[in-house]
């Protein structure tokens, strides 16, 4: 059984830093495309590492960093200068959503595994 368990979300002052895990059973990362997502109250869920959506280029690109264990087989997103409208939850993903968030090509298995999410908020 697959299993995608976030942690490190919480409740944060605007400018704070923030590090996210999702470590993974019953799957090996590598070799899947992996990536973190995040959905904001009454909006779409949105790729933001380790490529983000285009609506978020550059803001996002310069605060977050997408890293991995391969050896603990966990993923991590680092959160810097957090802002108000970073506040959502935050999802680890394995398989095709990742894959066609990312433009991967070639990635041809029929897997698609989301964690519960973890919350962040951002607020004064």
């Known amino acids: 059984q697959v299993q995608l368990v976030e942690s490190g979300g919480g409740l944060v002052h605007p400018g704070a830093s923030l590090r996210l895990s999702c470590a993974a059973s019953?799957?090996?990362?590598?070799?899947?495309?992996v990536g973190w997502f995040r959905q904001a109250p009454g909006k779409q869920r949105e790729l933001v590492a380790p490529?983000?959506?285009?609506n978020h280029p550059d803001s996002v690109k310069t605060r977050f960093t997408f890293s991995r264990d391969n050896g603990k087989n966990t993923i991590y997103l680092q959160m810097n200068y957090l802002k108000p409208e970073d506040t959502a939850v935050y999802y680890c993903?394995?398989?095709?959503?990742?894959?066609?968030?990312?433009?991967?090509?070639?990635?041809?298995?029929?897997?698609?595994?989301w964690g519960k999410g973890t919350l962040v908020t951002v607020s004064s």
């Open positions: 490529i983000p959506s285009e």
């Open positions: 993903n394995v398989g095709q959503t990742a894959a066609q968030a990312m433009g991967v090509a070639g990635y041809y298995n029929d897997i698609d595994y």
């Open positions: 019953g799957i090996i990362l590598t070799g899947h495309p």
